[in-house]
């Protein structure tokens, strides 16, 4: 059997007038997040958890079943059709 290792970082941040806090750059390193990502926030018995939205992601992969008429076209495509229907119907 296998232990975990923990690993235990702390800084001190200050949050801004506006409620900002900047993540430092380790800690951003050490998260693998990616500048512009969504992330989900968790807070628990006065922890804060920042949560990469892309890990959400990827947990919840094949979750949902692609229907029939989308199967193997591109997703980009897709959404610019989706976009096109739905603007259409404003009109």
């Not at 951003?28 to 804060?48: A, Q, S």
């Not at 890990?55 to 976009?83: C, M, Q």
């Amino acid at each position: 059997m296998h232990d975990a290792i923990l690993i235990v970082v702390t800084y001190i941040a200050t949050i801004t007038d506006r409620g900002q806090l900047t993540i430092p750059a380790e800690l951003f390193r050490l998260g693998k997040f990616m500048r512009g990502e969504k992330v989900r926030l968790e807070f628990e018995n006065d922890h804060l958890k920042i949560v990469s939205g892309l890990e959400l992601l990827k947990s919840l992969k094949g979750s949902v079943r692609v229907p029939e008429h989308l199967r193997g076209r591109d997703i980009d495509e897709i959404i610019e059709e989706a976009k096109k229907l739905h603007f259409s119907k404003k009109m």
